[in-house]
């Protein structure tokens, strides 16, 4: 069966520190993946997709970048984290030729920037 | 614009009472919508989705072109039905979803 992690589940980092969470897939190939946001008040905000390796699409211009370097691997990363940047991050996968919305989502990582 | 509008921040019922969880939508094709919840200390998952015309956990939802509504009900809640729910709209090529911002719905024995 198919799972997903991530990792790691907290993070408590200063402000202007660089950032790098790491979303992993198993049990499945050729997903697309996806980061989310889960912020108070706002709902999910879609930061950045991706449908294979190397193709990352962006939603949100903001401080945050995506990187697919395995087919089931999706981690994002910031160069220099801002108090914005607090949040509940949530990777999630879908099957390439699944039905659209059955979205799968792993456990979130909560990040507090100080 | 494609946009998911939940009005309710927060709804509290007692157990056994009815309950609606109202999401609004904004979309100029065909939408497909879906419901997703968060139970406390669990991952984000899809509850139901409309093209399923299905009943799960006794919640039911019924896509409304007109009103442009797909609201979420149950006629009878159930303290373990006390969650985080979000409605969902497919709004992009590779199975992008928009997110309302959410219905805390609080069931109170």
């Known amino acids: 069966s198919q799972t997903i992690h991530q990792w790691p589940a907290t993070l408590v980092q200063p402000v202007g520190s660089p950032l790098s969470l790491e979303c992993t897939v198993e049990?499945?190939?050729?997903?697309?993946l996806y980061w989310y946001r889960q912020a108070a008040g706002r709902g999910l905000q879609l930061l950045f997709y991706?449908?294979?390796?190397?193709?990352i699409s962006s939603e949100v211009p903001q401080n945050l970048s995506a990187s697919r370097p395995q087919d089931r691997q999706f981690i994002l990363s910031s160069k220099k984290l801002l108090l914005s940047d607090s949040g509940f991050y949530l990777c999630?996968?879908?099957?390439?030729?699944?039905?659209?919305?059955?979205?799968?989502f792993g456990p979130g990582t909560r990040l507090l920037v100080l | 614009a494609q946009r998911v509008t939940q009005p309710e921040k927060l709804l509290s019922v007692f157990k056994g009472a009815p309950v609606e969880l109202k999401c609004n939508y904004s979309y100029s094709g065909s939408p497909e919508l879906f419901w997703y919840v968060q139970y406390s200390r669990q991952r984000l998952q899809l509850l139901l989705r409309h093209i399923s015309r299905e009943s799960i956990k006794g919640f039911t939802a019924d896509l409304n072109k007109g009103e442009t509504s797909f609201h979420l009900k149950k006629p009878f809640a159930q303290e373990e039905d006390s969650a985080m729910y979000y409605c969902a709209l497919h709004g992009g090529s590779q199975g992008n979803l928009i997110f309302g911002k959410g219905t805390k719905l609080s069931v109170k024995p």
């Open positions: 049990g499945t190939s050729n997903p697309n």
């Open positions: 999630a996968w879908r099957p390439r030729a699944g039905v659209y919305g059955t979205q799968y």
């Open positions: 991706s449908v294979g390796i190397g193709q």
